[in-house]
């Protein structure tokens, strides 16, 4: 029974993790496209936990409310795409922002806060040449290996 219980804390944990994900994404995000992919994210952070759950208490209620899960997940994804594609092509933009004319009359506009002045700074990571330039390489690197 202890393998069972382990087991069943395994399917939890990751189900946990796959709804906090979307949920982190969902609400840090502007973009509708990245929203929705984090609502299925938590959608099937469920469903790994239904059927964690089923598994465990040996029931297929859970298994099969996944199945519908899964169909109905499908049909939102379709409707999301129209929706996204109608408002691009209406706005030309998908940032949430942008679509201050949907909100009730009672709330006020959303306003961008700047962001603070700083210094900036370059990192240090490399860089690939330009197309088409060879880089300089010391003869001594491609003649003589030290290691063998």
Request: charged letters at 20%; hydrophobic letters at 45%.
């Amino acid at each position: 029974m202890n393998h069972e219980l382990t087991l069943l804390n395994n399917y939890l944990t990751v189900g946990a993790v796959l709804f906090s994900i979307g949920l982190t994404g969902f609400l840090s995000r502007r973009n509708m496209i990245v929203m929705f992919l984090a609502a299925e994210m938590m959608l099937q952070g469920i469903s790994v936990s239904l059927v964690a759950w089923s598994r465990f208490h040996n029931h297929w209620g859970g298994q099969m409310l996944v199945v519908f899960i899964i169909a109905v997940a499908a049909c939102e994804a379709a409707i999301a795409l129209a929706l996204v594609q109608t408002l691009f092509r209406r706005r030309g933009n998908l940032d949430i922002a942008v679509l201050q004319d949907l909100r009730e009359e009672s709330e006020p506009p959303f306003k961008d806060e700047p962001l603070p002045e700083g210094p900036e700074e370059q990192p240090a990571l490399p860089h690939l040449p330009p197309a088409g330039v060879e880089p300089q390489v010391n003869p001594e690197d491609t003649d003589y290996r030290p290691k063998v």
